[in-house]
């Protein structure tokens, strides 16, 4: 499976300028959680 693939493609997408708050509702729908999003986040700034 390409979770990992699509988790990072979201991640990208998420740290773009603007896109984030255009795009929450399907990143909530790919993590099911905010917290889920903003760990992930994380997770790919360290």
Same mark, same amino acid.
């Given at each position: 499976?390409?979770? !990992?693939?699509?988790? *990072?493609?979201?991640? *990208? +997408?998420?740290? &773009?300028?603007? &896109?984030?708050?255009?795009?929450?509702? $399907?990143l +909530?729908?790919? /993590?099911? $959680?905010? !917290?889920?999003? /903003?760990?992930?986040?994380?997770e790919? +700034?360290?």
């Amino acid at each position: 499976m390409n979770h !990992e693939k699509n988790q *990072a493609a979201w991640i *990208a +997408l998420w740290r &773009v300028s603007g &896109v984030g708050c255009v795009h929450y509702k $399907t990143l +909530l729908d790919a /993590f099911q $959680t905010p !917290e889920n999003v /903003f760990n992930a986040n994380a997770e790919q +700034l360290k």
